[in-house]
């Protein structure tokens, strides 16, 4: 019988922050497909793919496989990977008809999976698995440790860029919740049609002037339809438009190195 892994100590907080990515269930092919490309080339294995792994399922966010395969999601317990996210180290797995454990797995048995496995747990800076990163060969295939130092930093990375992804979420829910209050504190007739007229007048598309009227009522555009002082105040507490260039005063007694300072952050 396929052994089944024992859950992580931290396995209720390492899931929710999963979760809370709301990756899982999305199209990410293209947003994780680089990812998948460079391993596949630095292995030459055939088979690449990054996965999330939540309380119940392994679920795919990119893959490259000679054969296409439309299961995306399956039981965590089913997986190789379960025994992957306790580990410190990759696991690198030369023929997996005989390995001790993925030996056992139903497809093996049956001859469906069949060669070489390499897994590599994605972690946070602050050690909390997210998924795996997998490399795969129908057929045995060694890899060198150099390119398995070369994997892993790439995931290293790729834990790295979902993190940073998680606190832009975190950072951006934030500043559109206190945005929201102060809709609602300071302009308390305020409708959610009217705050989607806002944005699409914004956004530049609204065409009828006589579609901007309630906005002229609460004075977030002028009578002319040009946004007030009032409405740009509100756009801005949204936070939902970045600022292209960060202003601040540059002492320019020493030139060269005020201009270096002027464009450090670009």
Not at 5 to 26: C, H, M, Q, S, W
Not at 48 to 71: A, R
Request: overall charge negative; aromatic content about 8%; proline content about 4%.
């Amino acid at each position: 019988m396929y052994p089944v892994a024992d859950k992580l100590p931290n396995e209720i907080e390492r899931a929710a922050f999963v979760e809370a990515l709301a990756l899982i269930g999305t199209d990410q092919q293209d947003e994780f497909y680089a990812f998948c490309e460079i391993g596949k080339l630095l292995s030459g294995y055939s088979k690449t793919m990054v996965s999330l792994i939540d309380s119940t399922h392994q679920c795919v966010l990119s893959g490259i496989s000679p054969v296409s395969d439309e299961d995306r999601s399956w039981p965590v317990e089913k997986s190789f990977c379960q025994h992957i996210l306790a580990e410190l180290e990759p696991t690198i797995v030369f023929d997996v008809t005989k390995h001790p454990v993925f030996g056992k797995h139903p497809n093996v048995v049956s001859g469906k999976m069949t060669g070489s496995y390499c897994g590599f747990p994605i972690r946070t800076s602050d050690n909390l698995v997210l998924g795996t990163y997998c490399l795969g060969n129908d057929t045995p295939k060694a890899i060198s440790a150099e390119v398995v130092s070369a994997v892993d930093n790439m995931v290293t990375k790729l834990g790295a860029y979902l993190q940073r992804q998680s606190n832009i979420q975190r950072d951006n829910s934030h500043k559109m919740l206190l945005g929201l209050k102060h809709a609602q504190e300071h302009y308390p007739e305020l409708t959610l049609q009217d705050l989607i007229l806002l944005i699409e007048f914004r956004n530049g598309n609204v065409k009828d002037a006589n579609d901007l009227k309630p906005l002229e009522k609460l004075k977030l555009v002028s009578e002319h339809y040009k946004l007030t002082d009032s409405g740009a105040e509100l756009l801005d507490k949204l936070s939902l438009y970045d600022t292209s260039f960060a202003s601040r005063k540059i002492d320019f007694t020493d030139q060269a190195a005020a201009f270096d300072a002027l464009f450090e952050d670009l």
